[in-house]
């Protein structure tokens, strides 16, 4: 009885470290420029176009001052906020 409360414990412990690593790892993801979908669609990881970052774009889940952030385009990686796609639109 002892040893498998332990044992519960142990791999309840593990269960959580493993969720917690597996979150931290998807969100270092980055697209790289060099990414099919990237080239693609033009994606630069700094715009050379005035005014319009990802942070500012329509398509972006990150905070609006964001490093780096989600995007609806790039499924499970993140752009980096200075970032610019020929997908672009004007947040609302
Ligand atoms: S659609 Fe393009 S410009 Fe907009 S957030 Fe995504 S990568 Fe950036």
Redesign the pocket.
């Known amino acids: 009885m002892k040893n498998s409360r332990r044992q519960f414990m142990i791999l309840s412990a593990a269960g959580a470290c493993t969720l917690a690593l597996n979150g931290k790892v998807q969100a270092q993801a980055m697209v790289a420029e060099t990414d099919p979908q990237a080239k693609a669609?033009q994606?630069v990881v700094v715009s050379k176009v005035a005014g319009k970052y990802?942070y500012n774009?329509a398509?972006?889940q990150g905070k609006a001052d964001s490093a780096a952030g989600g995007?609806?385009?790039?499924a499970g990686k993140q752009?980096a906020g200075k970032?610019?796609?020929s997908?672009?639109?004007k947040k609302a």
């Open positions: 669609l994606y990802c774009c398509l972006y995007c609806s385009l790039f752009v970032g610019h796609c997908a672009w639109a």
